[in-house]
């Protein structure tokens, strides 16, 4: 089955993640980390520090959906607080755009220490709608956000200062970062302590329990011995045999060329607020990225032709909210799976099916900052210590 779709710009062109040896003989670990994608880098970074951790990938590391993520690091969720009622407490929320600000501050902590290879940036967020029929949920969400002390403005017709028309929007000055996430995962890895534990080409067919823990084996009858297994496979779950974690849609993207003398105010992370929604961010050079619509994972191969009619969709858009823009040139095309849960937040915790099995799956539009935080919930679980974010990132949770 396929998970990505195109040529994703962020690993091509760049210098690759370093090569890794596949598995040769039987291992013995305590925590053997499945996938190499962002989440399972991350996981593999922070857990190789405390315990003895093998990280394996069925392919090269990097080339899944993360080499597609378009990277709008937001504190926000993608539903508004009003609707996340349903399924979170207000405090709960507030502590998951608390959470988004941390993760926000842990990658720049990281930059800081490795290097800022993977043009990291720190970028105000802009939430909006040109629908007059959003503008009273953003402006009930602004209410939310100043009552709780997240510092943000309301923007509408009257003080716009962005170059296409708005009914209403939420900005948000350190509201967000951005980064090449395949760049991003190669200082994670290539940072990681344990070196001569991470493998490629290494796929997991089976795991069994067995009397110390489980048995892994791979596809080429290798078995990795371990206590406890980190599920971190994005959203391909057919090592646990299952296809039911949470609901699964492919989004599109679309790269521009280089475009001279652009930019919009603050050069801000931007989403729509309406549905089919839209992200939109300037990457290094003057180009767009710009994605969306999304349609439903059908557990199958990515169609190509319905890709298709989305890009030629998602290029007329963009030629829309800029119109005075004629030389908007499409330079790559790509799309990949993601999953969504009720509460927008990731399936990240003891799994439904061992204890000792945990997932680490970062869900919704915000995943790669759910796993910079989540990270913290898997190293407490795992060392028996509480944590305020266990039961809303529990992949038990109703
Ligand atoms: C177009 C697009 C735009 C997005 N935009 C954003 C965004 O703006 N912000 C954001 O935060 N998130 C965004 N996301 C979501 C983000 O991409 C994901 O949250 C993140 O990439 C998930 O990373 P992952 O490591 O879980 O998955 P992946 O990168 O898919 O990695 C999973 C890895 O597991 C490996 N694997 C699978 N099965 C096995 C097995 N049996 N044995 C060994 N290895 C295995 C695969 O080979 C793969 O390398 C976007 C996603 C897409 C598709």
Known sequence: MEYVKGVPYFCDKVKKIKQYPYLSQDKYCDILIIGGGIDGSIANFYLADKFDVILVDKD????????????????????????????????????????????????????????????????????YSNSIFSKKAIVKE???????????ELFDETNNPFPFAIKSGIFAQNGGCEFNPYLFEKIMIENAKNQEDIFENTKISKIEKSHMGFVAKTNFGEKIYCKKILISTGFNW?????????????????????????SWYENALIHDA????????????????????????KGKDIDEKLANKKYDKLANDLCKLFPNRKDIKIDYKFCGCFGTTPNNLGLIGESKFDDDILLFISC???????????????????????????????????
């Open 60 to 127: 090269r590391l990097g080339f899944g959906c993360t080499s597609c993520a378009t990277a709008l690091l937001e504190y926000q969720l993608d539903d508004f607080a009003s609707d996340l009622m349903k399924y979170m407490s207000e405090q709960e929320i507030c502590m998951a755009y608390r959470m988004g600000l941390d993760a926000i501050d842990k990658i720049k902590d990281f930059i800081n220490k490795y290097g800022n290879s993977c043009d990291f940036y720190q970028k105000p967020t802009f939430l």
């Open 274 to 297: 309406v549905s089919p929604y839209h992200y939109l961010r300037m990457l290094p050079g003057n180009k767009i990225i710009f994605g969306g619509e999304d349609t439903v994972y």
């Open 364 to 398: 919704g539009a915000n995943g790669i900052i759910n796993a910079m935080k989540g990270i913290e919930v898997i190293e407490d679980i795992l060392q028996h210590k509480d944590n305020k974010l266990i039961k809303i990132f529990s992949p038990k949770r109703d």
């Open 238 to 262: 057919e090592v646990l045999k299952t296809q039911d974690l949470c609901e699964r849609f492919i989004t599109y993207s679309v790269v521009t060329s280089s475009l001279k003398d652009f």
């Open 142 to 152: 602004y209410k939310f956000r100043i009552k709780h002390n997240f510092a943000c």
